[in-house]
């Protein structure tokens, strides 16, 4: 099964090159992508020089290395800066979860979109109880801010 491998030792690097490359669009992390395209620089090297096995894993590690340090940051901040990005947390305003424990305006737990956060009620002095159902308003840190679904919020 292995023996196109002994042949073409370039082709075992193109076919990790390609899976990391599918990967990448399971994660839209760009990791993935930049280690594709240093396995994809070390089988042109396998083909290049096929006896040199050592030379071609240095240049996949430093092509890889090179992308992970100058060309993938600037790929994430141009994607965050794009008109219309939400993040993950931006995306948890508005949505609804249950009071894991009492919540009042300092501390509490809820349970959003099946995790649990550390919660603090928008209204200051008012208290949610466990149990409640919650929207959440706003992410402060990494604490919801919330307020009851069914209850009327001011005096």
Known sequence: MLEPFHEHRWLLSAVVSAVLACAEMLSGDFTLLMLAAGAGAGAVTAAIIPGMWLLQVLVAV????????????????????APGYRSSLDKLVGSEGVATSEITDAHGQAKVDGEEWSARALEPGSTIAAGEKVEVYEVDGVTLVVYPVFRSLGP
């Open 62 to 81: 430093a092509v890889a290395a090179l992308l992970l340090a100058v060309l993938r940051p600037t790929l994430l901040r141009r994607v965050r800066e």
